[in-house]
């Protein structure tokens, strides 16, 4: 009795969506924010 059955599957599978979308969304803002400091430190390297 180890396997998941559809009724704990209907409270498990959405806790998972929530952590799959948490990690998916700090990824997303990691990459995001590299390329803004990357963009921001070449303008203040070209205003110098």
Not at 35 to 38: C, S
């Given at each position: 009795?180890?396997?998941?059955?559809?009724?704990s599957l209907v409270?498990?599978?959405p806790s998972i969506l929530i952590v799959?979308?948490?990690i998916g969304m700090?990824?997303?803002g990691i990459g995001f924010l590299r390329?803004?400091?990357?963009k921001d430190s070449a303008a203040a390297g070209e205003s110098r």
């Open positions: 009795m180890t396997g998941i059955d559809k009724y409270s498990f599978a799959a979308g948490c700090v990824v997303f390329k803004q400091i990357a």
